[in-house]
């Protein structure tokens, strides 16, 4: 029913949105329950039933994409994913290309959040670390490597949490390696015939290394929504320092 999907987008902005957003939908979520005469269980039992299912979700970037970035924001997607039981495939050319993301709903609804916070924050860390440089380095060659070392240290970080939520726990261990098959599988029947995307080029190894330190510094403070039952969370937000 389209009502539990608008109210599942609300209790999305209630969980993660600004002071004044969590109260604007924690309001209409009530009047929906009303209108519709449903129970808070009612709805829940119905998300949980549907996010449980493997989907795909398309992401236009339109208005994200930089050609002249280079592939960062893929990467960032790709990392994001990874990080959050999902899993990327990007399609069109690098003109302008868009990406579906595969995997349970609350997870992909995560990894969307998440890219659009960290696109603008990682621009903005790059934005004002470029004064601070004083090397032989282009703007552009030192533009690309920081975007792209910006996401490999966000991925270290969020890799590295990931194994130690795990920690020795099976079942939690169990878990994830059977949300990430479930996940390939969807991948396998829904894209056979994707190939891989090429590693980009790097000119700029002060950039990267630039980069790769501010994604590590950044801190971690929202968790996966898929891994709620286990009794912990990994991967999510990420502050800039």
Same mark, same amino acid.
């Given at each position: 029913?389209?009502?539990?999907?608008?109210?599942?987008?609300?209790?999305?902005?209630?969980?993660?949105?600004?002071?004044?957003?969590?109260?604007?939908?924690? $309001?209409?979520?009530? &009047?929906?329950?009303? *209108?519709?005469?449903?129970? #808070?269980?009612? @709805?829940?039992?119905?998300?949980? /039933? !549907?996010?449980?299912?493997?989907?795909?979700?398309?992401?236009?970037?339109?208005?994200?994409?930089?050609?002249?970035?280079?592939?960062?924001?893929?990467?960032?997607?790709?990392?994001?994913?990874?990080?959050?039981?999902?899993?990327?495939?990007?399609?069109?050319?690098?003109?302008?290309?868009?990406?579906?993301?595969?995997? $349970?709903?609350?997870? &992909?609804?995560?990894? *969307?959040?998440?890219?659009? #916070?960290?696109? @603008?924050?990682?621009?903005?860390? /790059? !934005?004002?670390?470029?004064?601070?440089?004083?090397?032989?380095?282009?703007?552009?060659?030192?533009?690309?490597?920081?975007?792209?070392?910006?996401?490999?240290?966000?991925?270290?970080?969020?890799?590295?949490?990931?194994?130690?939520?795990?920690?020795?726990?099976?079942?939690?261990?169990?878990?994830?390696?059977?949300?990430?098959?479930?996940?390939?599988?969807?991948?396998?029947?829904?894209?056979?015939?994707?190939?891989?995307?090429?590693?980009?080029?790097?000119?700029?190894?002060?950039?990267?290394?630039?980069?790769?330190?501010?994604?590590?510094?950044?801190?971690?403070?929202?968790?996966?929504?898929?891994?709620?039952?286990?009794?912990?969370?990994?991967?999510?937000?990420?502050?800039?320092?």
């Amino acid at each position: 029913m389209k009502i539990f999907d608008t109210i599942q987008k609300l209790m999305a902005m209630a969980d993660r949105g600004t002071l004044h957003e969590q109260e604007v939908a924690t $309001k209409k979520i009530q &009047i929906l329950l009303l *209108k519709h005469n449903l129970s #808070q269980a009612e @709805v829940t039992d119905a998300i949980k /039933e !549907k996010t449980q299912v493997i989907g795909k979700s398309p992401v236009e970037l339109t208005d994200t994409w930089k050609k002249n970035e280079g592939k960062w924001v893929l990467q960032l997607y790709n990392t994001m994913a990874k990080n959050n039981l999902c899993k990327v495939v990007v399609i069109g050319g690098l003109d302008c290309p868009n990406v579906v993301i595969l995997g $349970k709903t609350e997870n &992909i609804e995560v990894v *969307k959040y998440l890219c659009e #916070q960290l696109i @603008v924050r990682i621009r903005l860390l /790059e !934005k004002t670390t470029w004064p601070l440089y004083h090397g032989l380095d282009k703007r552009g060659a030192f533009r690309r490597a920081f975007l792209l070392g910006a996401v490999a240290g966000i991925g270290y970080k969020l890799k590295a949490q990931k194994i130690e939520f795990a920690g020795d726990d099976r079942n939690i261990y169990a878990l994830i390696i059977r949300n990430e098959a479930e996940v390939e599988d969807y991948f396998k029947q829904a894209f056979p015939r994707t190939s891989k995307m090429r590693a980009s080029c790097i000119s700029s190894r002060t950039g990267l290394a630039a980069g790769r330190e501010a994604g590590e510094n950044m801190s971690i403070r929202q968790g996966i929504s898929g891994m709620k039952n286990t009794g912990g969370n990994y991967g999510g937000m990420l502050n800039g320092r």
